[in-house]
């Protein structure tokens, strides 16, 4: 009779039960993320009806992203300085007050579009701390066995909002409108910032040198020297590009050219997510040490696969095919979306030295994540023209990820402890680097 796994080596989901306090947080976080999806879907469908600009929409989402992505630097430092729970709840906080505020304004009918364009703006400088704070805490919390399990789960995440959020706002956006919609959008984030409070918060400020801007441009170097994470900005930033596109494209097609209801916008959006969610989970079960590269790479051009059904559906002329063709694209997208992002978490983790998670993952992410406000504004302006070609260069740029995930991301990397990352001097000054890290 085989014995039972102790606690300690363990690698099943249960085991995960066994972390303090990773309970607490995985609860916020999946209401933060349904938020999170929300406002994707609600944001796009209340500019589109309070405005009637698809450019303007574009330019919106935009800047709901790309601020965020341009102060990572100093995010990281902050993570990695300060802890990561308080400033998860920072941000929660914000988002709450900015979405009450957008959707109060917008019902007094007070609000021009600089001050939603201001407002968009300030809700975003802080999202970049809760996205890095969460995953940098992941591995800091969880023995590396169950990096696989948790990687997962956070991905999952991500899936289970893409099921609820969407379908939700789109469903109350038809209800009451879009401006209330943000206002209880708002409220969910206020949910998840009470579930986060009392969460635990490793200590990881012994490589803080004491002076932040020097701590953020310690961080933006360790990122660019290190092969694996600067691969990962190109590749996946290319492929951001992409999902830009799906979230302004998609909602266009379903409303402009099918005459759908807003609540089709959602469904179609869901099938994504219940086919990544299980694809997901499935990958999760698998050790992935030494097939990161695997998992990341090969599912980019079956992407850009799904990114070209987009067109039949555009082209549809019932609007029940046109649907089914838009369903089925996202679903696919979702079915290699699961291991892409094992893959993506993992080989991250395992490359990164413990110590410069918060800084290293708060530049690695934002760069990766570079590309879907610019996808985003560029298919906004592109699709006032013409949708189809709006859809195909973000298959272009799947094809392009491929290749440039394939070329600069190394199969095999040293370990981080083998690894030697920038030294900060506790004068605050920035000394040379003592090897590559």
Same mark, same amino acid.
């Given at each position: 009779?085989?014995?039972?796994?102790?606690?300690?080596?363990?690698?099943?989901?249960?085991?995960?039960?066994?972390?303090?306090?990773?309970?607490?947080?995985? %609860? =916020?976080?999946?209401?933060?993320?349904?938020?999170?999806?929300? #406002?994707?879907? +609600?944001?796009?469908?209340?500019?589109?009806?309070?405005?009637?600009? *698809?450019?303007?929409?574009?330019?919106?989402? +935009?800047?709901?992203?790309?601020?965020?992505?341009?102060?990572?630097?100093?995010?990281?430092?902050?993570?990695?300085?300060?802890?990561?729970?308080?400033?998860?709840?920072?941000?929660?906080? %914000?988002?709450?007050?900015?979405?009450?505020?957008?959707?109060?304004?917008?019902?007094?009918?007070?609000? *021009?579009?600089?001050?939603?364009?201001?407002?968009?703006?300030?809700?975003?400088?802080? +999202?970049?701390?809760?996205?890095?704070?969460?995953?940098?805490?992941?591995?800091?919390?969880? *023995?590396?066995?169950?990096?696989?399990?948790?990687?997962?789960?956070?991905?999952?995440?991500?899936?289970?909002?893409?099921?609820?959020?969407?379908?939700?706002?789109?469903?109350?956006?038809?209800?009451?409108?879009?401006?209330?919609?943000?206002?209880?959008?708002?409220?969910?984030? @206020?949910?998840?910032?009470?579930? $986060?409070?009392?969460?635990?918060?490793?200590?990881?400020?012994?490589?803080?040198?004491?002076?932040?801007? @020097?701590?953020?441009?310690?961080?933006?170097?360790?990122?660019?020297?290190?092969?694996?994470?600067? @691969?990962?900005?190109? =590749?996946?930033?290319?492929?951001?590009?992409?999902?830009?596109? #799906?979230?302004?494209?998609?909602?266009?097609?379903?409303? /402009?050219?099918?005459?759908?209801?807003? %609540?089709?916008?959602?469904?179609?959006?869901?099938?994504?997510?219940?086919?990544? $969610?299980?694809?997901?989970?499935?990958?999760?079960?698998? /050790?992935?040490?030494?097939?990161?590269?695997?998992?990341? %790479?090969? *599912?980019?051009?079956?992407?850009?696969?799904? /990114? &070209?059904?987009?067109?039949?559906?555009?082209?549809?002329? #019932?609007?029940?095919?046109? &649907?089914?063709?838009?369903?089925?694209?996202?679903?696919?997208?979702?079915?290699?979306?699961?291991?892409?992002?094992?893959?993506?978490?993992?080989?991250?983790?395992?490359?990164? /030295?413990?110590?410069?998670?918060?800084?290293?993952?708060?530049?690695?992410?934002?760069?990766?994540?570079?590309?879907?406000?610019?996808?985003?504004?560029?298919?906004?302006?592109?699709?006032?023209?013409?949708?189809?070609?709006?859809?195909?260069?973000?298959?272009?740029?799947?094809?392009?990820?491929?290749?440039?995930?394939?070329?600069?991301?190394?199969?095999?990397?040293?370990?981080?402890?083998?690894?030697?990352?920038? #030294?900060?001097?506790? =004068?605050?000054?920035?000394?040379?680097?003592?090897?590559?890290?």
């Amino acid at each position: 009779m085989t014995p039972s796994p102790s606690a300690r080596t363990e690698r099943s989901y249960r085991a995960l039960l066994t972390v303090p306090g990773l309970g607490r947080i995985l %609860v =916020s976080m999946q209401l933060a993320r349904i938020a999170q999806s929300m #406002v994707g879907v +609600a944001l796009v469908l209340f500019t589109l009806a309070e405005y009637r600009s *698809p450019a303007l929409t574009g330019i919106v989402t +935009a800047a709901s992203v790309l601020p965020g992505i341009l102060v990572a630097p100093i995010a990281g430092a902050l993570l990695d300085r300060h802890g990561r729970t308080r400033l998860v709840i920072l941000d929660y906080a %914000v988002a709450l007050l900015s979405l009450a505020l957008i959707g109060g304004l917008a019902l007094a009918h007070a609000l *021009p579009v600089p001050l939603l364009l201001a407002i968009t703006i300030v809700s975003s400088l802080t +999202a970049i701390l809760s996205q890095t704070g969460l995953r940098s805490l992941f591995p800091l919390l969880v *023995p590396e066995r169950l990096w696989e399990r948790v990687n997962a789960i956070d991905s999952n995440g991500y899936l289970i909002a893409t099921i609820i959020g969407p379908p939700l706002a789109a469903a109350l956006v038809s209800l009451v409108g879009g401006a209330t919609t943000l206002i209880l959008i708002g409220l969910a984030y @206020g949910a998840a910032t009470l579930s $986060m409070v009392g969460a635990p918060d490793p200590d990881t400020s012994a490589s803080s040198s004491g002076n932040l801007l @020097g701590d953020a441009w310690a961080g933006v170097r360790y990122t660019l020297r290190n092969p694996t994470l600067r @691969g990962l900005g190109v =590749s996946i930033s290319l492929l951001n590009l992409s999902g830009g596109m #799906v979230t302004i494209v998609v909602p266009l097609v379903v409303l /402009d050219r099918l005459h759908a209801p807003e %609540v089709a916008v959602g469904l179609v959006f869901a099938g994504s997510g219940v086919a990544g $969610m299980i694809s997901a989970l499935v990958a999760g079960r698998i /050790d992935s040490r030494g097939r990161e590269w695997d998992l990341l %790479v090969l *599912p980019m051009a079956g992407i850009a696969l799904a /990114d &070209l059904l987009l067109l039949a559906g555009a082209g549809a002329t #019932v609007p029940i095919i046109g &649907l089914v063709w838009l369903a089925a694209a996202l679903a696919l997208s979702g079915l290699l979306n699961g291991p892409m992002d094992i893959g993506l978490f993992t080989i991250r983790q395992r490359r990164t /030295d413990p110590a410069w998670m918060g800084r290293a993952f708060a530049v690695s992410m934002g760069f990766n994540f570079v590309g879907y406000p610019i996808g985003t504004a560029l298919a906004g302006a592109l699709a006032a023209i013409s949708i189809e070609a709006s859809i195909v260069v973000g298959a272009v740029a799947c094809v392009v990820a491929g290749i440039a995930a394939a070329a600069l991301i190394p199969r095999r990397a040293p370990e981080p402890g083998k690894l030697a990352p920038p #030294v900060i001097e506790r =004068s605050a000054e920035l000394s040379s680097p003592s090897g590559r890290p």
